[in-house]
């Protein structure tokens, strides 16, 4: 195989339909032609019957001028329950093209919590598969505060009943930042919960999307299916693109999807003042419970208020 | 204690055409008084109440309001909030995700930063919380709950009261306190005013009616139509409006 083969002419761009609003080639520039590193590949598999309390902590970090291809897979076998928490940081710019696949058996519980603060030139894309058996729970939440570009895209196919699953995620973005949340949230049998809760706060000329589908099949009766996506916006160069669809063929379920998008409101932040806030208290403390209220969502107490201690920072340096 | 003297705000509209609302408004009360403002809709009532707390939707193009001598139209509204004057709002805002005992704790030790005082310790916070809460009958798990998220409009006054308690302003002012309360909750939020009464407070008391009027008893009763004040006496004008409307005002103004 010669070399040209290898090169990535066909990167989508946001021409692509399935693909809108990320331009992963501009994104890459001389990065499309460096050649890939060995994946590194992270396995997490617990089996039937096997008790382990310990939190799975993973860091994934970013080499200058590398085209990583980093794969995540998490396996739990029936009735078993575990933490994952990704870490993602780099140097320099480079590409971690990554996938991540998870298979939760039957009555499995999975809490995975992704911290994303890769460098300032960093591109991160993220493809998951989730395939989630019947009574299984999944409670997914992502912090993004970091890269040039990052994508996440999720794709989770709820095959059994009675499964719970939840994608949260706050992304905080500045500068020229590029945060993408896609996803499609396929019930494909009757009495299971879904949760989309995202919400972004976008300064500078970051951009801003969410795309979130719930995809009710005719088999899956008694679907409660939410999606929920809230910006604010704290600069006027800023840009949010928010997608939300619901695909329904079944009759008798209950799936709502709300977004919204602007500047901080007028009038929460006067009250605020009137009972003797600053303005700059007033809005921090605005910001941050629009923030904490996804944090919320954290099972784990102590991750918890590590995430709302990052977002804290965050908030309290854009709105110095 | 607060001297209004020639006030004229204006609002732009959607238009972005700029209107007049307040028209010229004096008004002076001394401290310890409980003066009350009545009027018909549009008259200007509660544009008033956010000219003086300092909203920044309205423009004041003319005229003075002084609070103890000090200019109250040059500060900013939470350097008001430090002066003394306290807003009762008429439609008290829901602030999702900040819970009631974290938004008093703020809201205290913001102010008693601004005077110079020491600020509260948990315990000390706690404290004060408990004994208010109690003397208005708010139960204690109010204090877990978002700022007036979910809250009846019954809940939502006793909260603008439980903080008027805290923050022991100079002037306060209850913008349509009465609006969205039935009577036994008015009988509470009253009483919890009238606790507060003292000979170095003041109070502006607007409404449409007299009723409150019963409960709170003003020492003077004023009757604002067209963005001025075109009548004042003492509370018998309550009565006498409650029996005859504002007709003869709007056709006197018109």
């Given amino acids: ?320 | 204690m607060i001297e209004i003297k020639n006030l004229h705000a204006s609002i732009e509209t959607d238009e972005g055409v700029s209107k007049e609302i307040i028209k010229g408004l004096s008004l002076s009360i001394p401290a310890g008084e409980v003066h009350a403002i009545m009027g018909p809709n549009g008259a200007g009532k509660s544009t008033l109440s956010y000219v003086l707390a300092g909203r920044d939707d309205y423009e004041v193009t003319n005229g003075s309001v002084e609070l103890d001598g000090k200019d109250l139209l040059d500060m900013a509204p939470e350097e008001r909030a430090a002066a003394g004057l306290f807003l009762a709002f008429q439609y008290p805002i829901e602030i999702p995700g900040v819970n009631m005992s974290m938004f008093l704790k703020t809201s205290i030790n913001a102010i008693r930063k601004q005077r110079g005082e020491e600020e509260l310790d948990a315990l000390g916070m706690l404290k004060l919380i408990k004994a208010k809460t109690k003397a208005l009958g708010i139960k204690d798990d109010m204090m877990k709950r978002a700022v007036n998220v979910g809250f009846s409009g019954g809940e939502k006054k006793r909260n603008e009261v439980l903080q008027m308690a805290m923050l022991e302003p100079k002037f306060c002012v209850l913008d349509e306190t009465d609006s969205g309360l039935d009577i036994d909750a008015l009988k509470v939020v009253a009483d919890g005013v009238n606790a507060l009464r003292s000979p170095d407070r003041s109070f502006l008391v607007i409404t449409h009616y007299q009723r409150l009027l019963d409960y709170i008893k003003p020492d003077v009763v004023h009757v604002l139509a067209h963005g001025k004040i075109v009548k004042s006496g003492g509370p018998e004008l309550a009565l006498e409006l409650e029996e005859k409307g504002y007709a003869e005002f709007l056709e006197e103004a018109a």
């Fill in chain 1, 1 to 320: 195989m010669s070399l040209r083969a290898l090169k990535l002419d066909n990167l989508p761009t946001p021409k692509v339909e399935e693909w809108k609003y990320t331009n992963l080639s501009r994104a890459l520039g001389e990065l499309k032609d460096v050649l890939p590193e060995k994946p590194r590949e992270v396995v997490i598999h617990r089996k039937r019957g096997e008790v382990c309390g310990a939190i799975e902590d993973i860091m994934w970090k970013g080499v200058d001028g590398t085209h990583q291809p980093l794969h995540l897979k998490i396996i739990l076998d029936a009735g078993v329950e575990a933490t994952v928490i990704e870490r993602h940081m780099g140097e320099g710019s480079y590409w971690k093209n990554m996938s991540t696949e998870i298979i939760l058996a039957k009555n499995a519980r999975l809490n995975h919590v992704r911290l994303v603060e890769d460098s300032a030139e960093g591109v991160q894309t993220n493809m998951v598969h989730i395939t989630m058996e019947r009574d299984s729970y999944l409670n997914s939440f992502s912090l993004n505060t970091g890269g040039k570009m990052t994508r996440h895209d999720i794709h989770a196919v709820l095959r059994g009943e009675n499964i719970d699953c939840s994608l949260n995620g706050v992304n905080l973005l500045k500068d020229a930042q590029h945060g993408d949340t896609t996803i499609v949230m396929e019930h494909t049998a009757p009495h299971c919960v879904s949760n989309q809760f995202y919400r972004t706060i976008l300064d500078d000329a970051a951009r801003g999307v969410f795309q979130g589908k719930v995809h009710v099949h005719q088999a899956a009766q008694k679907t409660d299916g939410y999606q929920l996506a809230n910006t604010i916006m704290l600069s006027p160069k800023c840009e949010m693109d928010t997608k939300p669809e619901l695909e329904i063929y079944a009759d008798d379920v209950k799936c709502s999807h709300g977004t919204t998008t602007g500047a901080l409101d007028e009038e929460p932040l006067f009250y605020l003042r009137s009972r003797g806030l600053s303005e700059a208290a007033a809005r921090m403390l605005l910001v941050q419970a629009f923030v904490d209220e996804v944090c919320d969502k954290i099972a784990d107490d102590a991750m918890r208020d590590d995430v709302k201690e990052k977002a804290g920072m965050w908030l309290s340096e854009q709105l110095r």
